[in-house]
């Protein structure tokens, strides 16, 4: 299940509480129940976040070294960040994301969804195979995060690459060859980070204001155009193609009867991009029963928690509204709940809105492949055609 955490997986039977061993011999939590996922993300004491981005493949010294040719260095900022400098960093990137800033820029989304769903309809039309990730969704969420935090200009296509490659460097299973490979592309991302924190306006501005070293500059920026777009346009593809497979949910919103709202936040529970999530045993404790000694690391398996029976009538189905649906994890829970949700909820509700209209009398040529990671889905293409 570590690195398959969706699908069959997700629906298998599974104790509240079980170790699993990685492919390394590390031995997790692996932690099911809604409640106890909950319990774990909101109690920072003990259940720290420390270990939020260790590498779950342990980096061999020939792929450190790649690293440390960038310079490359990460301190704790936001997600794995326990210490004292957290709320203030948080604050700053709060407010960058403020859920009015984040309203101003729904028309502008609004806009280009609808060019561009125009656009995909009249391929469809004619006959073309349409691929949703690559020509609809994918640069959506980093272009509206560079308005809001005011990136300089940067290759869509290079921060796709490097976000993709952090993800997998540090979340999926590797052999060193992999680990090098994917050194060298992260860490040659690092230098342009280095420019933005150094230079940017907007949000890099407003932390190095605030007397924020470089390297947290960096650190932040880093978390950002991983967390902050990467996942988002992963929400989306998974969206759509669950989408494509609920005509009635489609047929609903064609009449009003199911909110967009509702739909987004199906999709979050069912759907979740974002499967898994670490923390980490500060003290020896007890979880459901279980003992836990410090150091344990804890995957709360967020994507398991969202079909709890206990929380949801109708777990398995994707029912808008349904009692338990809006208390899904998928954001986490507690000091670090996602900063970006609102973000991530508007874009979602445009996208759904805009572009469902266009999943009618489709087929999928090539549903979304998701590779193994622990913690993230990253689907790749979702092509489909005018049946
Ligand atoms: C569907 C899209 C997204 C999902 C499912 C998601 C999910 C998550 C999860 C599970 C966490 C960890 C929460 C915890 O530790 O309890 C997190 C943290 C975070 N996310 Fe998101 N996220 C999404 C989109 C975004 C966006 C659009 C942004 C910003 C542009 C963003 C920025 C962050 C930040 C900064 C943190 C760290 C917060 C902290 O440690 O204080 N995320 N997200």
Not at 27 to 53: E, I, M, S, W, Y
Not at 216 to 224: C, E, I, K, Q
Not at 294 to 313: F, H, K, M, N, Y
Not at 336 to 342: E, L, N, T
Request: proline share 7%.
């Amino acid at each position: 299940m570590l690195f398959r955490g969706w699908g069959e997986s997700v629906n298998a039977r599974w104790p509240d509480v079980a170790t699993v061993l990685d492919h390394v011999g590390v031995g997790h939590l692996v932690v099911t129940r809604h409640a106890l996922v909950k319990q774990v993300l909101t109690d920072p004491v003990t259940f720290r976040p420390d270990n939020a981005l260790d590498a779950v493949t342990p980096i061999p010294v020939t792929a450190l070294r790649i690293l440390a040719g960038h310079r490359f260095r990460l301190p704790p900022t936001l997600a794995n960040n326990s210490g004292a400098s957290h709320p203030e960093i948080r604050g700053i990137v709060a407010d960058a994301l403020h859920p009015t800033r984040v309203a101003a820029q729904q028309p502008w989304l609004t806009a280009l969804v609808r060019q561009r769903v125009a656009r995909l309809t009249a391929a469809l039309d004619t006959g073309e195979t349409v691929d949703l990730y690559a020509d609809l969704v994918a640069d959506l969420p980093l272009l509206v995060l560079a308005r809001l935090v005011e990136l300089p200009d940067a290759p869509v296509a290079a921060v796709k690459e490097f976000a993709r490659a952090a993800l997998e460097l540090f979340w999926a299973p590797l052999d060193a060859d992999r680990q090098r490979a994917l050194a060298a592309e992260v860490g040659s991302f690092h230098p342009v980070l280095r420019e933005f924190a150094a230079t940017g306006g907007g949000l890099a501005a407003r932390l190095r204001a605030a007397g924020h070293s470089p390297d947290v500059v960096v650190g932040a920026l880093f978390f950002l155009l991983v967390a902050g777009q990467e996942t988002t346009s992963q929400f989306l593809t998974l969206l759509l193609h669950r989408l494509t497979g609920e005509p009635e949910v489609r047929a609903g919103l064609r009449t009003g009867e199911v909110a967009v709202a509702d739909v987004v936040e199906e999709g979050l529970r069912l759907e979740p991009p974002i499967v898994t999530w670490r923390r980490v045993a500060a003290v020896d404790t007890t979880l459901g029963g279980t003992a836990v000694p410090t150091g344990t690391s804890i995957v709360a398996w967020l994507a398991r928690a969202g079909r709890d029976p206990e929380v949801v009538a109708a777990p398995g189905e994707f029912r808008p509204g349904q009692r338990g649906s809006r208390r899904h994890l998928a954001f986490g829970a507690g000091a670090h709940r996602c900063v970006g949700a609102q973000l991530a909820r508007m874009e979602a509700a445009v996208v759904v809105a805009e572009a469902a209209p266009l999943l009618d009398g489709v087929t999928v040529v090539r549903p979304p492949w998701c590779p193994d990671n622990l913690t993230f889905r990253m689907p790749d293409t979702f092509v489909i055609r005018r049946s």
